[in-house]
């Protein structure tokens, strides 16, 4: 075995890579750029190297910097993880050049399977099933248009060299053909510098089963079953499980030697999928076809870690250093349910636009010990509390896994896994993850690679937090927050906080307080009385209830009327994440008075709550308003917010324009009395 190797990637698959090395004993060396100096991955290793600029180009794609660092180090081998040079022809075999073991298959191998095409006309020979469809050489567009017209319409066209879901265009007729066939071989070019593209038959309510094989320099080879990952968004993967609902023992082990077949036609070494796709005819009969092979760990790999009890990072470290495969197929068992769900930093509602920021809140759910095969949660995740998801690099932030008994279980307990996944500072898809588990085709495992477009009309836009919740709980922490800074009470620092405002509530005796509340773009007037006998009402819409709180450990406890709720809240600014069992909202304070009151808003100064665009004015100079009055909608952190009229008054002058950019605090507009 070795005793140092260099893991030539970044984020969650350098930190899983790192875990296994050091349960072996095995010394890790990581490779950084600019932008990852203080990462996550570089602190799960031994020792570091810096390899350049923050862009991919400038540091992880560059094979002679990470060659250079491996030799430097004292590493015997190089473990390349998922995408970045995984599967790059040249690296793995300068790796070899140099002297240093290329975790991974040889050349050859990814060679052979690196192109589509060529990888179909090799699986071809090895007898493994195909999508009807044309992979041949010649790419006369007029030759793949009569292919294309005989194979019969839907069909796809692929970039041969692509991946990751790029370089795919489904044509439905004919006459479609020829435009698909020059975007699709536009971004081919861009993004693979390769236009070649094969044609298949769009296979009808297709599902994405794959299989996970592993080969030893020895010549032997396993299947570790499959994974279904038909949950796909722009044919990415978004939910990825094992086994496959609806697999049975027969198909499998079809499929399992269709696979192990295809490995063995390309001497395979180390860990690989074959994937397949499945088509279902209305009868419920499955046909398999290949699709490709990924010469590298998978990023759902945890879901077959999890079914079988096996580290697959393990056996890749003892397979790449010459020890046989750890087990035979025959001593290889399922066991349980697992499913992962990808955590993106992106916005479902707005077409899954990624996003940026800082994680100010990164609160994972409690890992229940993972054995790997005794149920539970595992988080891998390549990111802390107050790191920055840059745009030079991939979307994903963390994979959430779990195992249960059943896929009734795995399903419930991933449901409560992503409740307690509290992110703020930026948008992901926690919720969006959320309501595609709780659909109905997802939960009675309907799996096609449609079943987000099925399922559009409960799965984007969603409001699981009503205004009363949302309220209940900001006025809680508020009041939570208060009472722990009630020694500080004296000290200016509670008046600079908008929530943190006093006027008029009482600890003792009847009395009551006023709360302006922003909610989903309305101004929401709240107030909270204290009873004689001590006991709380909240006034919300109008409605009045009970109202009681207290701190758990879990969060906040809180009571309005009849109902029970844990919430937890983080504030930042003005604005509040509430998160609950039942999903996550934003809740903004508008502390009206706050404006014309105190020393930070003297003159009737109007200023931005935070930094952000300002949208439009309701308002110009010369304007008579009202106290309550919209005047300015502002965008920021990616929502809307109106800036209400804090007592009557006239305009006296716009400071911005629309689309202009502003500071927090700066003025907008001048009021006068
Ligand atoms: P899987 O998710 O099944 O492991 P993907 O095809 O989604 O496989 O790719 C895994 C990772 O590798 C992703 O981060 C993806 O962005 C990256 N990747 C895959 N193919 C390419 C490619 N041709 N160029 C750049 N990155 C790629
Ligand atoms: P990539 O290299 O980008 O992963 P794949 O060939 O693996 O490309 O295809 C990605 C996804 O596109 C599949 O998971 C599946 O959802 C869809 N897909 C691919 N081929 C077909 C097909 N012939 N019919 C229907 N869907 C397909
Ligand atoms: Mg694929």
């Known amino acids: 075995m070795f005793n140092k190797i260099l893991i030539a990637n970044r984020g969650e698959i350098a930190c899983r890579v790192a875990a296994t090395a050091r349960r072996l004993a095995i010394k890790t060396v990581a490779v950084y750029s600019d932008a990852d100096a203080n990462a996550k991955h570089v602190s799960s290793c031994d020792e570091s190297v810096f390899i350049g600029g923050s862009a991919p180009k400038d540091s992880y794609l560059r094979w002679e910097k990470i060659i250079a660092a491996a030799k430097a180090t004292g590493a015997q081998a190089v473990h390349p993880g998922y995408g970045f040079l995984s599967e790059n022809v040249e690296f793995a075999q300068a790796c070899a050049d140099a002297g240093l073991v290329f975790i991974g298959p040889g050349p050859s191998s990814i060679q052979a399977m690196?192109?589509?095409?060529?990888?179909?006309?090799?699986?071809?020979?090895?007898?493994v099933p195909l999508v009807p469809g044309y992979h041949g050489e010649d790419q006369d567009p007029a030759l793949l248009q009569r292919e294309a017209d005989s194979i019969g319409y839907p069909v796809l066209i692929k970039a041969s060299a692509g991946g990751g879901g790029k370089g795919m265009r489904v044509v439905e007729k004919s006459e479609d053909f020829a435009a698909a066939l020059a975007s699709c071989k536009r971004e081919a070019i861009n993004s693979f510098a390769n236009d070649s593209v094969l044609i298949e038959k769009y296979v009808q309510r297709p599902r994405h089963i794959e299989i996970q094989v592993f080969g030893d320099s020895q010549g032997n080879y396993v299947h570790l079953f499959e994974r279904d990952c038909s949950v796909q968004r722009r044919h990415q993967k978004v939910l990825e499980e094992a086994p496959a609902p609806g697999m049975t023992p027969e198909f499998r082990q079809q499929m399992g030697e269709?696979?192990?077949?295809?490995?063995?036609?390309?001497?395979?070494?180390?860990?690989?999928?074959?994937?397949?796709?499945?088509?279902?005819?209305?009868?419920?009969?499955?046909?398999?076809?290949?699709m490709e092979m990924n010469t590298r760990l998978q990023v759902e790999h945890p879901v077959t870690e999890a079914i079988t009890g096996q580290d697959l990072v393990e056996w890749?470290?003892?397979v790449a250093s010459g020890e046989p495969l750890p087990l035979r197929q025959d001593q290889l068992r399922i066991t349980g349910h697992a499913i992962e769900a990808r955590i993106c930093a992106e916005n479902p509602d707005n077409n899954f636009l990624p996003a940026t920021g800082t994680l100010h809140v990164y609160g994972l759910p409690d890992c229940v010990t993972f054995e790997r095969n005794s149920g539970g949660v595992r988080v891998d995740s390549g990111v802390r509390q107050g790191d920055v998801i840059s745009p030079f690099y991939d979307s994903m932030v963390a994979k959430l896994i779990v195992h249960g008994d059943t896929r009734e279980q795995a399903l419930s307990r991933l449901d409560t896994a992503l409740a307690q996944t509290h992110i703020v500072g930026l948008n992901t898809n926690v919720q969006f993850l959320r309501n595609?588990?709780?659909?109905?085709?997802?939960?009675?495992?309907?799996?096609?690679?449609?079943?987000?477009?099925?399922?559009?009309?409960?799965?984007?836009?969603?409001?699981?937090?009503?205004?009363?919740?949302?309220?209940?709980g900001a006025v809680a922490h508020t009041l939570l927050q208060e009472k722990a800074q009630e020694a500080q009470v004296a000290t200016q620092a509670v008046w600079l906080d908008p929530w943190a405002r006093q006027d008029g509530w009482r600890s003792h005796g009847p009395s009551s307080r006023r709360f302006d509340f922003e909610f989903k773009g309305e101004v929401q007037v709240v107030s909270l009385t204290t009873l004689h006998d001590g006991a709380l009402q909240l006034q919300v819409a109008g409605e009045?209830?009970?109202?009681?709180?207290?701190?758990?450990?879990?969060?906040?406890?809180?009571?309005?009327?009849?109902r029970r709720q844990i919430v937890n809240i983080y504030k930042n600014g003005v604005v509040a994440d509430v998160f609950t069992a039942f999903?996550?909202?934003?809740?903004?304070a508008v502390d009206a008075l706050a404006h014309a009151g105190d020393a930070q808003v003297e003159g009737g100064r109007l200023t931005a709550p935070m930094p952000g665009k300002v949208v439009s004015f309701a308002v110009k100079a010369g304007d008579k308003v009202t106290r309550g009055q919209v005047l300015a909608v502002m965008d920021a952190m990616k929502m809307e917010h109106t800036i209400a009229a804090p007592m009557d008054g006239v305009v006296a002058e716009l400071l911005y324009a629309p689309g202009d950019q502003v500071a927090e605090g700066a003025e907008l507009l001048k009021l006068v009395a």
Do not use: C, W
């Not at 269709?258 to 499955?286: C, H, L, S, W």
């Open 258 to 290: 269709a696979a192990v077949a295809a490995a063995r036609a390309v001497n395979y070494v180390g860990a690989g999928t074959v994937e397949f796709i499945v088509e279902q005819k209305p009868d419920g009969a499955m046909t398999f076809f290949f």
């Open 316 to 318: 890749q470290l003892r």
């Open 114 to 127: 690196g192109l589509k095409a060529e990888s179909k006309r090799l699986m071809n020979l090895a007898g």
């Open 436 to 472: 595609v588990v709780q659909s109905r085709s997802f939960a009675q495992a309907d799996l096609d690679t449609a079943l987000i477009s099925r399922e559009e009309a409960v799965l984007f836009k969603q409001e699981k937090v009503g205004l009363h919740l949302a309220v209940a």
């Open 544 to 562: 009045a209830a009970v109202f009681a709180f207290k701190p758990v450990t879990q969060g906040i406890d809180v009571q309005l009327g009849e």
């Open 583 to 588: 999903g996550a909202t934003q809740i903004i």
